[in-house]
């Protein structure tokens, strides 16, 4: 059991004895580590920007209007999403994606914008049964994907020069893909978060006339916002310290600034590509220690940020 | 406008995003099962005149807006025969039934108008008859022998070697490096995630939570920090230490001090630990206090209450760990990366010579297969495809533990109702 602990020290105790290595003379290339970590930082947030919304949206839905039935099996799917190698995701923004995304930044960006639009409008427009909305995850798909379809159609014929990407491999494809791969972590922590809150609360709320969009908007939707903070923190973590996605999307060019459309490198990549070659106790096995131990040190405060929100919803449930 | 009008549009955009997952979650399998096979279906060889009076035979590879691309026989090296058409180079495109198709046991493809110019064109690529390993007339199959064709591409595929540069053949070294890493990773990380389960079950003390946090710490790591500890603490630290001692007639060479089977499975070991740990826990904590109570009662000790109730009635639950355990560990590229996966390791990890198996040989994975014929494939327009075969293989592989996870834990919520005091 002894010998446990020790392992489970073993993280901290090498990434602390990185640190603490003199370095010969020379201060460490902070620049490119900056740099390194914007690479990161900007793939999370373009992720964020994809998975958070839709994850967050589908629990929601799952949690107040889904079909019993079909809230297992959504959940049972963005599980089998999550099992999927990243690898595998990787090939597929690498090698079919990105070609495609070339041309058609512009349509993909009308399209992000004009499906929820048509999404709206349609529910304006019409009428839905509760009992056949509780399928909508089902015979939506045709719907959303007629949507975003439209979307990229509109975009096309839009001429923008500021829509044309310095590489196929950019910020907006490794945003896309590592979406892709971290909605189910948003999705099943924000269920989580809902599934915990106690159903008395919202059975009152519907007791005194309000409404399912009330209740949810009303009451569950603040009782459960320290667990849906948590849900991006958790994914903010997870899309921070992924590598093959990024190492496989983002064209690995250690660019700065924040262009969404230009290349990147993350700590992650750094680390993949440039380890493997470096001499161990070197300098430059030094400047990657120092570039593993950042990733460490935002990954952990990520998480922690994530479990004191989770703490926190756990107070609540039991006050 | 009403509010009634407004919540439901508010509720058509919240299932929107719910058909987004389900979409995403379906396109993927979808394009993952087309791409993944259509490498293997037999596909037509087209006979085409140009405008300068060549007649070229070949298949079609890649389709542009402006050419496309086809492969010709390739009589001197793999990948060396691609010629780019334009439309206006071509006045015409024929499909004669009595091609052949060849290819050799190194991967090459020849492309013959008969049996005469078939033997010419293997004396040209200096081959013999026993370096064919298929020979076809594809434009003359019908749909059940291209079935049968594509059965066998497959079966050729997961249980070939592959050829000497991995542009084509088979993926059995891989896909056996894959599984005899996993095997042995969860040799080592199975019996430690248990016994920590057990202890984090029994004790409730300061030791119990520090050791509670650290396992969350090590579930929130990202995977490839595991890869550095990996090469800086096993490959670097241990494995140049048991150099030392044991190896010292080999040094310089290193034996243990570079990357290999043995580190690898200890990385991924590492990596996997806190899902075995958290799942046993659960499983575990799931079972009735009365059952446990009600053995104490009876006069068995804590050990035995431990090993003749508690294990037995968590089965499940280690099944399950084990199942999550190992599709998370097969499905980890990165750390493996530094840590001794190769591209090309043609030997399999246990052989006949003693000891009969080798954990300091470096091995092929399936995973790492995928990166490495999509991104560094001399010839891309065979990598890609070959990287899509390789890529549904590995979600073949992890998708049915998985599945086979979520059944065991659904088998195990049955049994604990049962359990349940009525």
């Known amino acids: 059991m002894f010998v446990l602990l020790l392992l489970c020290a073993i993280p901290a105790y090498l990434l602390a ?15 490119r580590l900056g740099i390194l970590f914007g690479g990161s930082l900007r793939a999370t947030l373009c992720a964020l920007v994809f998975a958070v919304p839709v994850g967050i949206a589908a629990a929601l839905f799952a949690a107040h209007f889904c079909a ?24 597929i923004a690498f090698a079919s994606i990105a070609p495609w995304l070339a041309t058609h930044v512009a349509g993909v960006v009308v399209a992000c914008v004009v499906a929820p639009c048509a999404l709206f409008a349609w529910g304006l427009a019409t009428r839905t049964p509760r009992r056949r909305l509780g399928w909508m995850p089902l015979w939506g798909v045709p719907l959303v994907v007629a949507a975003l379809v439209a979307g ?15 590489s196929p491999w950019n910020t907006l494809l490794v945003g896309l893909v590592l979406g892709v791969a971290t909605l189910p972590t948003v999705y099943a922590m924000a269920d989580d978060a809902l599934a915990a809150l106690p159903s008395a609360q919202t059975q009152a709320a519907l007791a005194l006339g309000a409404t399912r969009w009330q209740a949810l908007v009303t009451v569950a939707l603040p009782a459960a916002m320290s667990g849906l903070i948590a849900a991006v923190c958790m994914a903010a973590a997870r899309c921070f310290g992924e590598t093959m996605i990024v190492l496989m999307a983002s064209g690995n060019t250690p660019l700065g600034g924040f262009d969404w459309l230009g290349g990147l490198r993350s700590l992650s990549a750094e680390l993949a590509l440039e380890l493997p070659r470096s001499a161990p106790s070197g300098a430059a096995w030094r400047e990657l220690l120092l570039v593993a131990l950042l990733l460490l040190a935002t990954t952990m405060l990520l998480h922690a940020v994530a479990r004191v929100m989770r703490t926190r919803l756990r107070a609540r449930q039991v006050a | 406008m009403s509010r009634a009008r407004n919540e439901s549009a508010g509720v058509a955009l919240l299932g929107g995003a719910a058909a987004c997952c389900v979409g995403v979650v379906v396109a993927l399998a979808a394009w993952l099962a087309v791409a993944g096979f259509a490498p293997f279906w037999p596909t037509s060889v ?23 691309v086809l492969r010709t026989s390739e009589i001197e090296r793999i990948g060396g025969a691609y010629r780019r058409l334009r439309p206006d180079d071509i006045v015409s495109t024929a499909l004669p039934r009595d091609v052949l198709a060849i290819e050799l046991a190194d991967g090459r493809r020849l492309f013959a108008r008969d049996a005469g110019d078939a033997a010419a064109l293997l004396a040209a690529a200096g081959a013999i008859e026993s370096d064919v390993v298929e020979r076809v007339a594809p434009n003359a199959l019908g749909f059940g022998s291209r079935c049968m064709l594509f059965v066998k591409r497959v079966a050729r595929f997961v249980a070939g070697a592959p050829d000497t540069s991995n542009i084509s053949g088979g993926v059995l070294p891989a896909l056996i490096g894959t599984l005899t890493l996993v095997l042995l990773m969860s040799v080592l990380a199975m019996p430690l995630g248990v016994a920590t ?59 243990f001090g570079s990357g290999g089977l043995l580190w690898a499975a200890a990385t991924l070991a590492l990596l996997t630990l806190p899902v075995v740990v958290v799942s046993v826990e659960r499983g575990l904590a799931g079972i009735p206090a009365s059952l446990r109570e009600g053995s104490l009662a009876l006069g068995a000790t804590r050990e035995e209450t431990m090993w003749r109730l508690l294990l037995p009635l968590a089965r499940p639950a280690i099944l399950g760990g084990f199942a999550l355990a190992i599709a998370r560990a097969a499905g980890s590229v990165a750390p493996l990366m530094l840590v001794g996966v190769v591209k090309l390791a043609p030997a399999l990890p246990f052989d006949a010579h003693f000891p009969y198996f080798h954990p300091s040989a470096q091995f092929m994975h399936l995973g790492f297969s995928v990166y490495d014929a999509s991104m560094a494939s001399p010839d891309a327009l065979r990598g890609v495809p070959r990287a899509y075969a390789c890529a549904a293989l590995l979600v073949l592989i992890v998708l049915t533990l998985n599945l086979s996870a979520l059944v065991l834990r659904n088998r195990l919520r049955a049994r604990q109702r049962m359990l349940e005091p009525a």
Not at chain 2, 234 to 254: C, E, I, M, S, Y
């Open chain 1, 68 to 91: 019993p039935r079909l809230r297992g099996w959504l959940r049972a799917a963005l599980e089998l999403l999550e099992a999927v190698p990243t690898v595998v995701l990787g090939l």
């Open chain 1, 17 to 31: 004895s990185a640190a603490s290595l003199p370095f010969a003379g020379q201060s460490p290339d902070w620049a």
């Open chain 2, 46 to 68: 087209v006979e085409v005149s140009l405008r300068d009076g060549a007649v070229v035979l070949g298949e079609r590879v890649a389709q542009f807006d402006d050419a496309q």
């Open chain 1, 152 to 166: 990229v159609v509109l975009g096309a014929g839009i001429d923008g020069t500021r829509f044309v990407p310095a």
């Open chain 2, 197 to 255: 389960a057990m202890f984090l079950h029994q004790r409730r003390g300061a030791y119990a939570r520090a050791l509670r946090s650290a396992i969350d710490m090590l579930a929130g790591m990202p995977a490839i920090l595991y890869g550095v500890l990996g090469l800086g603490l096993f490959v670097h630290g241990l494995g140049a230490r048991v150099d030392a001692w044991f190896f010292a007639d080999r040094l310089p060479v290193p034996t």
